[in-house]
């Protein structure tokens, strides 16, 4: 093919590189706030968030919501540094979780949220407060529709009980 | 039919308050170089290191019972006999050394 071919096949995938980035960018405000919804701290979060931006910069096939996308890659990317902190800084760990159990005494939602289990908390975020359809978080926790819907109806009323409610 | 049941407008209005404060701090967003590997390096390598030996052990138990044709022994029988065999050894080398000191010893007085 020529080179003037060549170039016209890449001008729409250019566009379509920059249309992620920026609506990666623009997403970042809501992925933050899920990954402290889900317990992360303000510097985890955005070491997560940051990690999760360079990957997707780097992606090929860019994902129809990035919202969900940066949430998931986030998420991974949250877990492996807890395991990290676990095993090459307990103490630091240990300390981080007590100042946490401090806070027991009042009725946090934030609290109470991160006492849900993990996949409870993850359908919960994703639909609450990155606000993506149930399908959409299906597709990007890799879920079936009715399990989000389950997932999700036990998350609400989980918490509604943690807040007395 | 899917019963949109798992959204709760008022929750999300709640969360969304409790949130309200939490902003990402502002960073360059251009991927930025990879770090060093040395780590990464330092503990593949350990952790080759690691599984040599524990395949070397397990070869040198296995021929250790092989050697006393008893090849059919089930794997913690084997790491038994072997560690018999070490402590036997390490038994037998005391037992020889205190006969040579004795042998020394007996040497010495009869040799000033």
Redesign the interface.
Known sequence: MSAAGDRAEERPNARERELW?AAC?AA??KV??GL??MGAS?SD??DA??DA??AA??VKSPATKPEGWLFVVAIRGWRRHRWRARIFHPLEVARHAASRSDRDGEID??VE?AKLPERQRA?LVA???L?LS?NETATALAMA??T??????R??RA??ERLGE | M???????PE??R???A??AF????G?I????PRQSRRGLALAVALAAILATSIAGLGYQINASAESQGLGCLHPVAKIGLFAQGITGSAHDADHASSAQHTDRASHEACHP
């Open positions: 980035l960018e970042r405000t933050y706030r402290i919804a303000r979060a955005e968030l940051q931006l360079e910069v780097r939602m934030l949220l359908v639909r609450h407060v606000g149930q529709p009715g989000v819907g389950s997932i999700g109806h998350a609400i918490l509604r | 899917t019963l949109e049941q798992d959204f709760d929750l999300a709640r969360l969304d409790r949130l939490y902003a990402p701090v960073r967003p251009q991927a930025l």
